[in-house]
Every structure is written in C-alpha cells, then in structure tokens.
C-alpha cells in the first residue's frame, strides 16, 4: 500500500454540496474517503457510487449492530454498492453474521472495538466490566478467529493488536491526531507516524485536515509522517 492508500479522510459534512467542497480543496492528495451517519442520511449512500465511479475509495462507516438476520441483510445491499470497507460492531453474533453475508465479495468487514473517544470509566458507565485495552483485544482476537477483514481501535492498542491478529487484517485507526494539533472529544489519540510505527494499517484522519485552513497541505503533510514511519 501507498501512504495514500493508508490515509482515510472522513466526509463528516451535512451536505453532499460540502463533501464536494472538501473534495475538491483536497484535489489529488487524498484518495481514500470515510461515510458516517451524517452524511450517508443527506444522500451519502448515492454519493458513495460517485465517489467510486470518479476512481475513489470509500469506507462506508455505519457501525452495524443488530439481530443476525438484519445484519446479513444490510451487509448484502453494501456489497452490492462496492465500497472497499464497511464497519460491524466486533459482537460475535454480528461478525459471523456480516463474515457470511459478505463470503466471495471484496469488502472489508471491520469490527469496532472500542470507540476512541471512550475510556475505562465510559465503559464502566456503560456496564462493561472490561478496560479499554483488554475489550479491545479481546474483540480483535474474536474478529480475528471469526474472518473479519480487520478491525477499529486505537492506535495505542495496535502494537498488541497485530501480535494476536491474522497477518492479512487491517488495523484501522481513528483518533489520530498530529503533533501540536486539539484533541477534541477523542481520549485515546496517537501521531500518524507513531500509529504507523506500533501497526495500523489505515489512519482516519478527520478534524486535523477538513478543520485546517489549508486542508491539502494538512493532509500532505499527514502522507509525509505515514511515509516516514513505513
């Protein structure tokens, strides 16, 4: 993979109109885009098909959770839209439910394992009796095991992470935030090059380009950290 290969930027705009702004500051540097729940309910899904025939890349970011059939359901119509990956909350039931559903397509089936701007006490909040960490491995190794085409966490946990994972997953890392750029709501943030260094594959990197007043060069700049780190 190309260090463009590796760098996800989110649309997380209201409208497609925005997208296409961001889009076309960002010009060639960047060729891999992230769909959230924002902007996938203001025409996304359409939008995704755009993005795909104009020679993007696209995660298709829903996070599913649901009774297995559904899940099946849902990840059946995503492989027909031909995005390169998708999100399944890392629920055993789910993933063997999506790993199915998907057998033979080219879709990455990614489980979520914990969100990264959750920690130990959110979960606690939550009802979980598991710390960040240890729900985080525990869940890949689960993906791992089940088939999934990789996983969600944060890149402090991807050092740990690709010692008990299938060497063909990817380990996909949002919360990634350059040297001297705001944390925000995110908890568990790391450096594109150290995210790099400790494993992951794919670095979401959203607020630090699509907030910056020059989005092109932030998100060369970002390509400059993961070059370096490879």
Not at 85 to 90: G, S, Y
Not at 194 to 200: E, L, M, R, T
């Given at each position: 993979m190309t260090p463009k290969d590796r760098l996800i930027v989110p649309l997380d705009v209201p409208t497609i109109s925005d997208a296409e702004a961001m889009i076309t500051r960002l010009g060639d540097t960047v060729s891999f885009y992230k769909i959230g729940h924002q902007?996938?309910?203001?025409g996304g899904l359409s939008f995704a098909s755009e993005l795909l025939a104009d020679g993007k890349q696209v995660f298709l970011d829903m996070k599913l959770l649901d009774i297995d059939n559904t899940i099946a359901k849902?990840?059946?119509?995503?492989?027909?839209?031909?995005?390169?990956?998708?999100?399944?909350?890392?629920?055993?039931?789910?993933?063997?439910?999506?790993?199915?559903?998907?057998?033979?397509s080219g879709l990455c089936l990614l489980g979520v394992?914990?969100?990264?701007?959750?920690?130990?006490?959110?979960?606690?909040?939550a009802g979980y009796g598991h710390q960040a960490r240890d729900l985080v491995l525990k869940r890949a190794a689960q993906a791992s095991e089940i088939g999934m085409g990789g996983v969600v966490a944060s890149a402090q946990e991807s050092s740990e992470i690709v010692k008990i994972v299938r060497p063909d997953m990817?380990?996909?890392?949002?919360?990634?935030?350059?040297?001297?750029?705001d944390v925000g709501d995110q908890k568990r943030v790391m450096t594109p090059a150290?995210?790099?260094?400790?494993?992951?594959t794919h670095l979401v990197v959203g607020r630090p380009i699509t907030g910056a007043e020059y989005p092109q060069a932030a998100a060369q700049a970002v390509l400059d950290e993961i070059e370096s780190a490879i």
């Open positions: 902007l996938a309910f203001a849902g990840v059946e119509n995503i492989v027909k839209l031909g995005v390169q990956m998708t999100t399944i909350h890392a629920y055993p039931k789910a993933m063997v439910a999506a790993v199915e559903a998907a057998r033979g394992t914990v969100l990264t701007s959750m920690d130990d006490g959110d979960l606690s909040d990817m380990i996909v890392t949002p919360g990634i935030r350059p040297a001297g750029t150290d995210a790099i260094s400790a494993g992951s």
